[in-house]
């Protein structure tokens, strides 16, 4: 499941928009404080989740899950299977072992706590195209400023399907980790009094994971064989700690409906540039789901059914140079006593042939405040 915080334009290969455009400023009121639904179902296991919320007033960026709702997905042979709410807004299915089938066909089913009723259409779950490879390449961005020339790493993918008489459209949805390193160890602690720190790395090394905000589109419908070769994915940039020590990539490669497809375009194509996709839309893209006895009322967002297939790669640090932030230690301990409780602990590294660097326990020595965390997630290979 994917949570969109900040979502830019995708370019997309064949829809490019040349056109002379009038400006519009649509009239809003009438999508706000509707129902939002966010969902999927693939054919791999645990992917099975459904967020729901109620979409707020464009000037405002608030999430508003709406919770106490019942839910099931219901394939074309009526088999029910139920969701359970784990937090608010947000649905699970209760099995996890459960996943879609290729070639079955489902149905997302709500009924809300005020007794109204929705339903997806019914989606077939189409098979998961190959992903060839995944690979990146040292690259600058096509626009910068500044003073210095910034290089990092931009992703490809190479992917196919061996269904070669019908046009695939696919979804791409990208996370990545990485491992990186605050500037000092920590070697004594001053709280009112010196102290020795007992592990001087042990607050230093992190790994961060998120998702990447930006989706990414693309058809063979105007290709002569279904092979995509060198479709750019994400940018990473040396102007931040990602590329520092080692980078992952885990990309989604999700084979979608010709509908689903035009669904997420049309998001795209809006040029959304800040909270989700759905929650503040400024005007309405039509989705799957709809009032079961009101087909007027306007619904938001899309019950995705797609077959999906994995990729997760591992860079190194490149051999380009680097231009994030680094920390400038203060040597001065003489007034160190008179620094106010409300900044402790002070963190002070003892750097050879340079004295002591300091400071409270900002992100210089303790990598967690850059949102990391200490424990190297399960998947990680170093």
């Not at 693939?42 to 709702?69: C, Y």
């Not at 790395?201 to 290709?223: A, G, P, Q, V």
């Not at 400038?328 to 002070?348: A, H, K, M, N, Q």
Request: with cysteine; hydrophobic share 35%; net charge negative.
């Amino acid at each position: 499941m994917y949570y969109f915080k900040k979502v830019i334009t995708i370019l997309l290969l064949f829809f490019a928009i040349t056109s002379c455009v009038e400006k519009y400023f649509p009239i809003v009121d009438k999508y706000e404080g509707v129902l939002v639904v966010d969902g999927i179902l693939s054919n791999v296991t645990e992917s099975t989740i459904v967020r729901l919320s109620i979409s707020s007033p464009l000037t405002e960026e608030d999430f508003m899950p709406l919770s106490g709702a019942s839910l099931n997905i219901s394939d074309q042979n009526n088999v029910e299977i139920p969701l359970i709410e784990t937090e608010p807004g947000l649905y699970h299915v209760l099995d996890n072992s459960f996943c879609g089938e290729i070639g079955n066909s489902y149905q997302l089913r709500i009924s809300l706590p005020d007794g109204r009723s929705y339903e997806s259409d019914l989606c077939i779950l189409k098979s998961s195209a190959q992903i060839d490879s995944v690979y990146s390449i040292v690259e600058s961005p096509e626009y910068q400023s500044g003073t210095h020339l910034i290089k990092g790493l931009q992703f490809y993918i190479d992917s196919h399907s061996n269904n070669i008489s019908d046009t695939s459209y696919y979804l791409w949805k990208l996370s990545q980790t990485f491992k990186y390193k605050s500037t000092f160890d920590i070697d004594w602690v001053w709280e009112g009094y010196f102290y020795p720190f007992p592990d001087p790395d042990s607050l230093r090394t992190c790994w961060h994971t998120s998702n990447i905000s930006e989706m990414y589109l693309f058809s063979t419908k105007f290709l002569d064989q279904p092979i995509i070769t060198k479709f750019p994915l994400n940018y990473a940039s040396t102007d931040s700690k990602a590329l520092s020590i080692r980078y992952s990539l885990l990309v989604n490669q999700l084979s979608i409906s010709e509908d689903a497809f035009n669904f997420f375009n049309g998001l795209n194509q809006q040029n959304i540039e800040q909270g989700d996709y759905y929650s503040r839309q400024p005007i309405q893209i039509v989705g799957n789901v709809h009032n079961v006895t009101n087909k007027e009322e306007s619904v938001l967002g899309y019950f995705i059914v797609a077959g999906i297939t994995k990729k997760r790669i591992y860079v190194n640090r490149p051999p380009i140079p680097f231009h994030y932030d680094i920390c400038t230690p203060d040597f001065d301990l003489r007034f160190i006593e008179f620094y106010p409780e409300s900044v402790w602990p002070i963190y002070i590294d003892d750097i050879m042939f340079n004295g002591w660097a300091l400071g409270p326990g900002y992100e210089c020595f303790d990598c967690r405040k850059d949102g990391g965390s200490i424990t190297p997630p399960d998947f990680w290979e170093d």
